[in-house]
């Protein structure tokens, strides 16, 4: 993308990628990096990544907690697909980690398109 570049830029502070791409937590600083309009593009990028991974947890959480509570037939199936979604988001959360570390940019196949085009848009 064009807004992700490599992160051998001096003015950028590792620590705060690392805060940004924590699991959960690093939703709310993502969201006050959009809305302070002042923030380095590589940081703006990044935010909407870590806003769409976000996002994408959360929304599989939801839809799949209903059919557990419903029947018994497939809870267990559902409670493994759910434990597989978060799992794969904290292990996707390590990866953008690693990446950082070995200042690579941060990008991620589908979702950084999506990020770009619909968070983008809305924040």
């Not at 799992?87 to 070995?102: D, N, P, Q």
Request: net charge positive; glycine share 6%.
């Amino acid at each position: 993308m064009k807004n992700i570049q490599q992160l051998e830029n001096s003015n950028i502070n590792p620590l705060q990628l690392y805060l940004l791409v924590t699991p959960i937590l690093g939703l709310f600083p993502a969201i006050w990096i959009l809305y302070r309009q002042n923030s380095s593009p590589q940081h703006r990028a990044v935010s909407k990544l870590v806003i769409t991974l976000t996002m994408m947890w959360i929304l599989g959480n939801i839809l799949l907690q209903p059919g557990t509570e419903v029947g018994e037939s497939g809870t267990i199936t559902l409670l493994l697909i759910n434990s597989l979604l978060t799992t794969s988001y904290f292990i996707i959360s390590l990866g953008l980690m690693v990446r950082i570390w070995k200042k690579q940019p941060l990008w991620l196949p589908g979702i950084s398109r999506i990020a770009e085009k619909v968070v983008g848009k809305h924040l």
